[in-house]
């Protein structure tokens, strides 16, 4: 995510947080690839941690297939059967992308099996994630204060932790890269799966004591749990603020996707070139169809209360002008230039048409399911009908006036309950929406800049 708090961050104070921690630099992993190209977009959503990030290529993975959750996990340990790969469309390996801290634990075989993974939100990366959670100048969106640090609800004096980028976007493959809409259509499946590989191959991660993320990062520990909580390979999940269906069974969720990926496809040039323009100059890009996307989910995201509470002069700044003046919509024009429309039309695409409702009995991992009360995409009664479908699972929930947006802040606002559930030194039982903690949802709070999904 992009935001003036986080663009003032100097790289330098990044690099001495880092050299505070716990973790000797010779305990963690070297990057084994080179980061993406970076014709139309960046490999970081934060520039000044592009550095932290490292790569690593994975061969002949198959993109957009199916995967037989009843079958061998080796029968898609490259991905889902039928699955296209990048190399059969001309371009190298599948991208995968990362930052690692913290402190592994080996077994004798010399495999980590203390592993802590943050799976990106919609529009984030492992950067985003490290600048939300871990110790750095302001963590305003986890609430101000970091998560992830010695002695922290993630401590890394206990644990290896290892924030993950996902298919798509920023430092891992991306249609940005060169295909365009030639990009096949990935799943969560596929990011997923993509991740184990970054995990077991090359960061030798045999046990993943927690595997956890916000929003999309959520949905993706959800998918984590079904897919890997059965073979012992992941511990527990802690999904905070995301969905186990946003196809038609969530039509509100469905909605989201739908609208956001409609506004994309409304700009006149998507429409004229059918999402081939990277043959145009990039100030002909179609970004006020990604500058609408933005306006509609900042709009829908906030409770009424908290957002009809602001100034129209910081309102307008977020509001879509066809032909802005002043400040008309200037958080988005400024927000796009880093941004690609195909790499948001997938993002969405693979948002509404997924499904793991009917998978949840498979999860055998400790559980921990968050929600927030006032979430207006993705509605928190959901969230607790999923949880009761895993055998032992906890549900906590409070309401927030950013709504959506409190996912960040959640590890903080519950942080006892997170932190003996991640030490695994406490059952949480399911408690009724609301029961976890106060929240603060009934006065508008000020907006932390550049809120994103």
């Excluded at 408690?431 to 006065?443: D, K, L, S, T, V």
Aim: glycine content about 10%; aromatic content about 12%; charged content about 15%.
């Amino acid at each position: 995510m992009n935001t003036p708090s986080l663009k003032s961050l100097a790289l330098a104070a990044a690099l001495a947080t880092l050299a505070a921690l716990p973790a000797r630099a010779d305990l963690l992993s070297r990057s084994a690839a080179p980061p993406p190209i970076e014709t139309w977009t960046p490999a970081s959503s934060v520039p000044s941690l592009a550095s932290l990030k490292k790569y690593y290529d994975i061969p002949n993975f198959r993109i957009g297939g199916t995967y037989d959750l009843d079958a061998d996990p080796a029968t898609w340990r490259d991905g889902g059967q039928g699955g296209t790969t990048l190399e059969s469309l001309g371009m190298g390996p599948l991208k995968t992308a990362y930052i690692d801290m913290g402190t592994p634990i080996r077994n004798e075989a010399g495999e980590i099996v203390n592993a802590v993974i943050i799976s990106p939100h919609y529009s984030g990366d492992s950067a985003a994630s490290f600048s939300i959670w871990a110790p750095m100048a302001s963590n305003a969106l986890a609430g101000g204060s970091p998560v992830v640090g010695p002695g922290l609800v993630i401590d890394t004096n206990k644990y290896y932790v290892v924030f993950l980028d996902s298919i798509g976007l920023w430092g891992a493959s991306k249609p940005s890269e060169g295909l365009g809409r030639k990009f096949p259509q990935y799943s969560y499946f596929d990011m997923v799966q993509a991740n184990y590989q970054l995990l077991r191959d090359h960061l030798n991660v045999a046990n993943v004591h927690l595997a956890f993320g916000a929003s999309m990062g959520a949905t993706q520990s959800w998918v984590w749990g079904v897919m890997y909580s059965p073979s012992g390979y992941v511990d527990a999940i802690m999904p905070i603020g995301g969905t186990t269906a946003s196809d038609g069974a969530d039509p509100i969720g469905q909605w989201t996707f739908r609208l956001a990926q409609a506004a994309i496809e409304s700009d006149p040039v998507y429409r004229e070139t059918g999402g081939n323009f990277y043959d145009l100059p990039a100030d002909q890009h179609p970004k006020q169809g990604l500058q609408f996307l933005w306006s509609i989910l900042q709009q829908t995201g906030f409770t009424f209360e908290f957002r009809s509470a602001q100034p129209w002069s910081m309102v307008e700044r977020e509001v879509f002008y066809w032909e802005p003046t002043g400040n008309q919509t200037a958080a988005w024009i400024v927000r796009t230039q880093s941004e690609d429309p195909n790499d948001y039309w997938y993002r969405n695409a693979g948002g509404w048409t997924y499904n793991i409702n009917d998978e949840l009995d498979r999860i055998t991992a400790r559980t921990l399911v968050i929600h927030i009360d006032t979430d207006n995409w993705l509605m928190v009664g959901n969230a607790l009908e999923a949880a009761k479908k895993v055998p032992g699972a906890g549900f906590l929930s409070f309401a927030d006036p950013t709504a959506h947006y409190g996912v960040f802040k959640a590890p903080n606002v519950l942080h006892d309950q997170v932190k003996s559930f991640v030490d695994n030194t406490a059952l949480v039982s399911i408690q009724a929406p609301g029961a976890g903690a106060g929240g603060g949802g009934a006065a508008p709070a000020a907006k932390p800049a550049g809120l994103s999904k």
